[in-house]
C-alpha cells in the first residue's frame, strides 16, 4: 500500500513568487493535515481536512495561505506570495481515524530567498 | 497549545538508557510519539490514551500520567538505530495534535 507521497520535495523560490505544495493520502484516509517544521523548532499545526471540508484551520499564519482538498483526495497549499519566514519543511499527514495515527510523507522543503 | 519536550538533545553510547519527557499546560486526551530520521518522514511509535498507561514495544515503552499532563518515553539498552528525533504529539480535547520541538537523540558505538 502506497504511503502519503509530497510533491515537490524540495523547492527554491524567491520572495513574492508563488508556490504549491502536493500532498497524496493514504487512500480511503478521510483526514488530511498539514504540518510545518521551521529548523529546530516544533512541528506546528496548519489545518486539518476531513474529506474535502476544513475541520480545523486555526493553525493557518495568514492569508498567504490557502489550502485545498478536491473531492476529498488529495490536497494542495498555496502560498502566494512567499516570504521569507514561509521557509521551512512542510509536512502532510493523513489518518483513519481524529484520534488515531498519523502517517506522515516525506515533507516538501520550501526554501524562499 | 505546544508541549513542551526535555531535553532537547541527548547522546548515548549504545547501552545506555534514556528518557526523554512530554508536558502539557493543558488537560490531554492523548499522547503519541513519532521517531523522525534525517530526511525521512515521521514515523509512528505508540499511543497512550488513559491516565498512567504504559506501552511499550521492544526496549522502547512510554507512560502517560494524566493527572501531571506528563508522558515520558523510555528507551532502554539503546542501539543505533534508535537515533533520530523524537517527537511527543498530544491532544487535548476538540483540538487537533499539536507537536513538541523534539528532542534529538543520537547514538554511539
Known amino acids: 500500500e502506497a504511503g502519503v507521497t509530497q510533491f515537490p520535495s524540495h523547492s527554491v523560490i524567491e520572495k513574492g513568487q508563488t508556490v504549491t505544495l502536493r500532498c497524496d493520502p493514504i487512500?480511503?484516509?478521510?483526514?488530511l493535515y498539514w504540518y510545518r517544521r521551521v529548523m529546530g523548532k516544533e512541528i506546528k499545526f496548519l489545518l486539518h481536512?476531513?474529506?474535502?471540508?476544513?475541520?480545523?484551520e486555526s493553525g493557518m499564519p495568514n492569508n498567504r495561505f490557502l489550502a485545498e482538498r478536491t473531492g476529498g483526495t488529495y490536497s494542495t497549499l498555496k502560498v502566494q506570495p512567499a516570504e521569507l519566514e514561509d521557509s521551512g519543511v512542510y509536512f502532510c499527514?493523513?489518518?483513519?481515524?481524529?484520534?488515531?495515527?498519523?502517517?506522515f510523507g516525506e515533507g516538501s522543503r520550501l526554501t524562499v530567498l | 497549545q505546544q508541549p513542551v519536550q526535555s531535553p532537547q538533545a541527548v547522546i548515548l553510547r549504545e547501552g545506555e538508557d534514556a528518557v526523554i519527557n512530554c508536558s502539557s499546560s493543558?488537560?490531554?486526551?492523548?499522547v503519541h510519539w513519532y521517531r523522525q530520521k534525517h530526511g525521512e518522514a515521521p514515523v509512528f511509535l505508540m499511543i497512550?490514551?488513559?491516565?498512567?498507561e504504559q506501552k511499550g514495544h521492544e526496549k522502547i515503552s512510554a507512560s502517560f500520567n494524566e493527572k501531571k499532563q506528563q508522558s515520558s518515553l523510555y528507551l532502554t539498552a539503546s542501539q543505533l538505530s534508535y537515533s533520530g528525533t523524537y517527537f511527543c504529539?498530544?491532544?487535548?480535547?476538540?483540538?487537533?495534535?499539536?507537536f513538541g520541538a523534539g528532542t534529538r537523540l543520537t547514538v554511539k558505538p
Open positions: 499527514a493523513s489518518s483513519l481515524r481524529v484520534t488515531g495515527e498519523l502517517f
Open positions: 481536512f476531513v474529506k474535502e471540508s476544513k475541520q480545523d
Open positions: 493543558k488537560a490531554l486526551y492523548s
Open positions: 497512550l490514551l488513559k491516565g498512567g
Open positions: 487512500s480511503g484516509h478521510d483526514n
Open positions: 504529539g498530544t491532544e487535548v480535547n476538540g483540538v487537533d495534535m499539536r
